[in-house]
């Protein structure tokens, strides 16, 4: 049990570490995309693209640390009116709700990517499903971090 939850927290710790590489990735594109804007009176175009897809993936990926933590938008206030006992069970429906919608995501994320594998984005010239796979990817990987909460919700530490 203890490597599975090591296994868990290096998926959450590394998928973290990669959405904040990618963001700060992202702003340098956007501070390009400026400097040849208005300095340079011609846009890189590309890079604006790229920024964009850049931050689909971050946002996918930073998924499953705001699960580990507990970041998502919580409903607590109507779970706070129940019993604990009531409470926990609150907790494994949820849990039980949001893995159910993430396997949804990854099914049909895939499904979307493979549709658009043939349609090419603009200025980049690389298959669309480079940026829909962050969905089906992005869901895959938050999964560790909603088990790793629920196991703490479980033992009363949340």
């Known amino acids: 049990m203890k490597t599975l939850t090591a296994a868990g927290e290096s998926v959450v710790r590394l998928t973290h570490n990669m959405s904040a590489l990618l963001l700060a990735i992202a702003t340098l594109l956007v501070f390009i995309q400026v400097v040849t ?4 009176g011609d846009a890189a175009v590309w890079s604006e693209i790229l920024a964009r897809g850049i931050i689909i993936w971050s946002t996918f990926l930073v998924a499953g640390a705001a699960f580990r933590t ?17 409470q926990l069970w609150v907790i494994r429906l949820v849990m039980l709700l949001t893995l159910i919608f993430l396997g949804v995501l990854v099914w049909y994320g895939i499904a979307m990517a493979e549709r658009v594998q043939n349609q090419r984005v603009a200025m980049l010239n690389v298959s669309m499903s480079v940026f829909y796979y962050a969905i089906p990817i992005g869901a895959l990987f938050a999964i560790p971090g909603v088990l790793l909460r629920y196991a703490d919700a479980e033992r009363g530490e949340s």
């Open 70 to 86: 507990g970041t998502m938008i919580p409903i607590d206030f109507l779970r706070a009116l129940l019993p604990p006992r009531l």
């Open 37 to 40: 804007r208005f300095l340079l």
